[in-house]
């Protein structure tokens, strides 16, 4: 069993439990922080357990533990890369853009991402200072968002603009037709889980709000449809 991990969360990894409960009897998302885990990912996928424990306050310890149960449930996928790993909503997203994902929703190239999409045209100095870092802190980003397509340099004067690429407009109604598709997918998912079914309480284009539970303990749960939209904040 992974190191440092109580011997509590150890017997709640490996003994098997009821589907759509955990060992507490309780429905497998009661818990809130498993909640939390699962909407970011849902919106922000193809993070590591660093980035969801500084993210969410919680410790790696306690994340590692809600995503072993997630990933055990069928709910979330983990994707090894070397030593580290990161992990996204099963039926979200396709393997092939796993990489676009890991480079988007990085925490300093989504940072930067965001930058050039809200104020397209900036300087590399511009978005360096806009930042509060360093020249060469942008530069780095920027030639891994270049590479992954979603930013180009356009030449004025002897320096370049930076503006966000089509690559991710120009594939909008596939992101919509995913949405859908997964939107569907989880519904029937958490419909074979224990409790009354799912009740849809709002719904948008990009996310959608589900109430679970059993018929005495109800609680909402906010599902991400289209992470191309909501990565970006929108």
Not at 26 to 34: A, D, G, S, T, V
Not at 46 to 58: F, P
Not at 161 to 187: E, H, N, Q, S, V
Request: aromatic share 10%.
């Amino acid at each position: 069993m992974s190191e440092g991990i109580g011997k509590a969360f150890a017997n709640a990894i490996k003994d098997e439990v009821s589907p759509g409960q955990d060992r507490s009897g309780r429905h497998l998302f009661q818990n809130p922080h498993r909640r939390s885990i699962f909407t970011f990912l849902s919106t922000n996928p193809c993070m590591d357990i660093g980035t969801l424990a500084a993210r969410s306050g919680l410790s790696r310890n306690a994340v590692k533990w809600h995503l072993d149960a997630l990933v055990k449930a069928g709910y979330i996928t983990k994707h090894g890369m070397g030593r580290a790993s990161v992990f996204y909503p099963e039926g979200l997203i396709g393997q092939e853009r796993i990489p676009l994902f890991i480079i988007v929703n990085s925490p300093r190239q989504s940072l930067l991402f965001r930058e050039i999409v809200s104020k397209p045209g900036l300087f590399q100095s511009q978005i360096a200072e806009n930042l509060g870092r360093s020249r060469q802190w942008a530069a780095s980003s920027i030639k891994a968002l270049e590479a992954a397509g979603l930013v180009t340099g356009v030449a004025d004067g002897s320096r370049l603009r930076y503006y966000p690429t089509r690559l991710l407009p120009d594939m909008a109604d596939a992101f919509y037709k995913g949405a859908k598709d997964f939107g569907a997918y989880i519904l029937r998912k958490l419909g074979q889980e224990g409790g009354k079914p799912p009740m849809v309480v709002k719904r948008g284009l990009d996310r959608m709000v589900v109430e679970l539970g059993y018929q005495f303990h109800r609680f909402d749960m906010e599902i991400g449809l289209n992470p191309y939209n909501t990565c970006l904040g929108r």
